[in-house]
């Protein structure tokens, strides 16, 4: 077993309305919830089906809100700015004071959290291991961002946040984004093979390519917040890797 990785969080909230300028409160949820997710203390991994039950993972991973800048100086770990746009696309605008969103903190040393008012849709998206420094981290739609406030059923429990986490930390679709074919992977071996997300409230069995259940309550499908409450042990080996010697998240 690997010890705990403890990763410090820069929040950065970008917000043209008062409501968008969500509390502090609400911030802590997202961490609280991400803690919960990545140490299988969440209270509802017990929902897994026998045939799971023995693959949920304690990813041994936990987040707190940065206590220094790059520069040295305290900090509450949260940033924010008001802005004139009502919303942002997927081209990392939010990312760099230039296109008028708020910098990235040197990210070997921070996980960037960005939320703000993502447009058609989006609930989030996050930068794979390996990217370019200065758009590293992950983007959180406003509304899908923590627990209370300014977050909206289905996806008001935090879980946006554990699955865009799984990207940065080198997690794939739990269906391979294959588009059906069963050919695609998630490069990990204890997730069963499976065609296509699941979204809502799925009930168990839910077959596909051959197998006896998609894994659909498994934080990279697309199910609703409240349907969704594992990672499975090669998820959590294919994360740690990262923080391995030679891995790309060691410095954190
Ligand atoms: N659609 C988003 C993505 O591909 C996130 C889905 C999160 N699902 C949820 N129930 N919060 O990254
Ligand atoms: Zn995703
Ligand atoms: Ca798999």
């Given amino acids: 077993t690997n010890a705990v990785i403890t990763i410090p969080v820069v929040v950065h909230v ?36 026998a045939a799971f039950a023995g693959l949920v993972a304690n990813v041994g991973i936990q987040f707190v809100l940065a206590k220094q800048t790059p520069t040295g100086a305290a900090t509450t ?3 924010r700015k008001q802005t004139t746009k009502t919303s942002w696309g997927t081209d990392d605008q ?15 040393k921070y996980l960037n959290l960005w939320v703000c008012n993502l447009s058609g849709g989006v ?12 758009t590293d981290g992950v983007v959180i739609l406003t509304t899908a961002f923590g627990k209370g406030g300014s977050a ?3 996806f008001n429990l935090g879980r946006t946040g554990t ?15 294959d588009g059906t074919s069963c050919s695609g992977t998630d490069n990990v071996s204890d997730t069963p093979n499976q065609a296509d997300e699941n979204y809502g409230t799925p009930s168990y069995p839910q077959a ?15 199910v609703d917040d409240v349907a969704m409450y594992m990672f499975s042990t090669g998820q959590s080996s294919r994360m740690n890797a990262l923080f391995a010697s030679g891995g790309a998240r060691v410095g954190l």
């Avoid at 939010?94 to 070997?108: H, I, Y």
């Fill in 94 to 108: 939010m990312k760099k004071a230039s296109t008028g969103g708020l910098d990235a903190w040197n990210s070997s």
């Fill in 163 to 177: 699955h865009e986490v799984g990207h940065w930390l080198n997690l794939n679709h739990i269906w391979g984004d």
């Fill in 14 to 49: 970008l917000y043209n309305t008062s409501a968008q300028n969500i509390s502090d409160a609400q911030i802590q949820s997202q961490l609280d919830v991400l803690n919960q997710d990545y140490s299988k203390t969440n209270s509802d991994y017990t929902k897994a089906p």
């Fill in 152 to 154: 909206v059923a289905p």
């Fill in 123 to 134: 609930l989030g998206y996050a930068q794979f291991p390996g990217g370019p420094a200065a």
């Fill in 208 to 222: 596909s390519c051959s197998n006896t259940s998609d894994m659909f309550m498994n934080y990279m499908d697309y």
């Fill in 77 to 79: 770990g949260i940033e």
